[in-house]
């Protein structure tokens, strides 16, 4: 990747609340730009306090309205310019992290999860992946892909993998080569989308407070998905990549 960080925004449609109460839009974006405009428009003699303000990103994604074709980013075309060059870096060798970041309601779980008939940028990235490697032709390649999930609750890391179905506190030791990493943490092997989905699913029900409770408790739980793929040449370890979520 020429930029080890890239940054992208993206604009949700209005909700029905925010229909109901007559929101008025005050984000548009062109390009890789976003230009927030001031509620109170710009039409009195202090509006020059009020001149829109104009932020670069490396992506501006404007999903508000499907109608207006011309600039509507579907989810599509958020995989294809923020997933697509992640999954093809770890097939080269590289670690990679998609993190989503955004107040309450804002749309991360859309973009990255989505729904069955508009999925989101994980489950794309993942029949990607799985596709890419039942498609190798290359005999002297193999790939194996293992999945973990954890939770990080008042500082302490629980499995939420764990087959045993434990809620011990795992330590976080480093590796003199390969960095950080959570001690006793289960890893189950992956053939498909639908594995991952599985196991995500399994996972959200041993954590600490429920994925969906939005109360204070559940801003203290973290939980952090990864998926590892190893990609072996005949006889030779080549690369370990890791995708986090
Ligand atoms: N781009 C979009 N297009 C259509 N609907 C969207 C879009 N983004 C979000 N939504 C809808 O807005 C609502 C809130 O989105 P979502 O649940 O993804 O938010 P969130 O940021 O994950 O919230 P939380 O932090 O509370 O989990 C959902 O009903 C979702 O379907």
Redesign the pocket.
């Known amino acids: 990747m020429t930029d080890k960080v890239k940054v992208a925004v ?4 209005f ?1 029905r609340r925010e229909v109901d109460i007559g929101k008025q839009c005050v984000v548009d974006m062109k390009d890789c730009q976003t230009v927030l405009y001031h509620p109170s428009g710009t039409h009195d003699k202090d509006s020059h306090k009020r001149a829109p303000k104009t932020f670069a990103f490396d992506h501006s ?1 404007w ?2 309205d ?1 109608n207006v074709k011309e600039k509507f ?3 599509s075309t ?1 995989y294809a310019r923020c997933g697509k060059e992640v999954l093809d870096k770890a097939f080269q060798g590289y670690n990679a992290c998609i993190f ?1 970041y ?12 989505g ?1 069955a008939e ?1 999925k989101g940028i994980i489950p794309r990235l993942c029949d990607a992946l799985f596709e890419q490697i039942t498609n190798n032709q290359d005999e002297s390649l193999s790939y194996k892909c293992v999945v973990s999930y954890m939770e990080i609750y008042n500082e302490k890391v629980h499995d939420l993998l764990d087959p045993k179905g434990g809620r011990q506190n795992l330590r976080v030791r480093e590796h003199n080569i390969l960095g950080p990493y959570v001690d006793g943490l289960s890893s189950l092997a992956v053939s498909n989308f639908q594995d991952i989905d599985n196991l995500m699913s399994e996972g959200n029900k041993s954590r600490t407070v429920a ?2 409770n ?1 109360n204070s408790e559940s801003s203290r739980s973290h939980a952090v998905f990864s998926i590892i793929l190893t990609t072996t040449m005949t006889d030779l370890q080549s690369g370990v990549s890791e995708f986090f979520f």
């Open positions: 993206r604009v949700r449609p909700n994604f999903s508000i499907e980013a579907c989810q958020v989503a955004g107040q309450t309601g804002s749309g991360k779980s859309y973009t990255m999860m729904t508009q994925a969906t939005m």
